[in-house]
């Protein structure tokens, strides 16, 4: 289990089983939920980032982990 806090600190990334789950810290809102080990899955959320209300750092960061956790979810 992993977790990031994006610059922002309004959102948070976390890897929770088998789920990487991005979200609003507070509210709990998911921007996005996938499974890091299926490359289609983690292709959908990086677009899904892309054009999500998030800030452009805070994308920029999204993209970053929800990569980290792909990489090491598909050794």
């Known amino acids: 289990m992993g977790m990031a806090r994006l610059p922002s600190s309004t959102y ?3 890897q929770i089983g088998g789920q990487v789950i991005l979200f609003e810290d507070g509210t709990e809102a998911e921007v996005v939920r996938f499974d890091p080990a299926d490359a ?5 959320a990086q677009k899904v980032i892309s054009e999500s209300a998030l800030s452009a750092e805070d994308k920029a960061f999204a993209h970053f982990w929800s990569g980290y956790f792909y990489a090491h979810a598909s050794r």
């Open 12 to 14: 948070l990334i976390q």
């Open 40 to 44: 289609d899955a983690a292709a959908r």
